[in-house]
Nanobody
Framework: QAQLVESGGGLVQAGASLRLSCAAP????????MGWFRQAPGKAREFVAS??????????ADSAKGRFTITRENAGKAVTVWLQMNNLRPEDTAIYYC????????????????????WGKGALVTVSS
């Protein structure tokens, strides 16, 4: 089965920036909306950001607005999605997961990841105070 592969996680101090990447090789993901979700220790998974297949539409959780930016590049069959995270806070500490589905980016935000077709294994982001 096709797999999404996240990279770019790490340990940073509060106020720093990180950029997560999600590669989607081996399948044509260009028609898919892509999104980022996260799960902090002891908490439920939550939506972070999503982007439409054409990159025309983006949606953000309130906690991400103004600090995070989701972008994507469709290069033939290969798709890469990035999540630029600025001014990181300790409460951003979580495992970040990339997801893909043949729905709208808005629906991906509203469904909070339920029933997504494809997921990555996650990238750990730790923000120290």
């Amino acid at each position: 089965q096709a797999q999404l592969v996240e990279s770019g996680g790490g340990l940073v101090q509060a106020g720093a920036s990180l950029r997560l990447s999600c590669a989607a090789p081996g399948r044509t993901f260009s028609p898919y909306a892509m999104g980022w979700f996260r799960q902090a220790p002891g908490k439920a998974r939550e939506f972070v950001a999503s982007i439409s297949s054409s990159a025309d539409d983006t949606f953000y959780a309130d906690s991400a607005k103004g600090r995070f930016t989701i972008t994507r590049e469709n290069a033939g069959k290969a798709v890469t999605v990035w999540l630029q995270m600025n001014n990181l806070r300790p409460e951003d500490t979580a495992i970040y997961y990339c997801a893909a589905d043949l729905i709208t980016a808005q629906s991906m935000a509203e469904m909070n990841g339920y029933g997504m077709d494809y997921w990555g294994k996650g990238a750990l982001v730790t923000v120290s105070s």
